[in-house]
Nanobody, 120 residues
Framework: QVQLVESGGEWVQAGGSLRLSCAAT????????TGWFRQAPGKEREFVAV???GTLYGDSVRGRVYISREKETVYLHMSSLKPEDTAVYYC??????????????????WGQGTQVTVSS
């Protein structure tokens, strides 16, 4: 069974950069569409980016984030961070498809999340 583990979340000042990592065990990420979502307190889970047969980015982060995959790790490179980027960031995989989508319910495997806090 595929398990996903996120890392890299931390406190950062506005304007700074972070790289989040999503590592997989029990599966091969290069066979799956793998994405990042985020959820801030009191808000719905929001699509950030996905990589598979192509890439897609959420409107609120486009131009400031870049998703990449290296072997069995998917990275989310974030720059020009804003306080509104503060959230728990989750890695998710579609273990039966490489098609990139933005709907959370279409991802069947999720990590536990990593906290990103951006201070003004």
């Amino acid at each position: 069974q595929v398990q996903l583990v996120e890392s890299g979340g931390e406190w950062v000042q506005a304007g700074g950069s972070l790289r989040l990592s999503c590592a997989a065990t029990g599966g091969t990420l290069s066979n799956y569409a793998t994405g990042w979502f985020r959820q801030a307190p009191g808000k719905e889970r929001e699509f950030v980016a996905v990589i598979g047969r192509g890439t897609l980015y959420g409107d609120s982060v486009r131009g400031r984030v870049y998703i990449s995959r290296e072997k069995e790790t998917v990275y989310l490179h974030m720059s020009s961070l804003k306080p509104e980027d503060t959230a728990v960031y989750y890695c998710a995989a579609r273990t039966r498809s490489l098609e990139v989508v933005t709907t959370a319910s279409l991802f069947d495997t999720w990590g536990q999340g990593t906290q990103v806090t951006v201070s003004s």
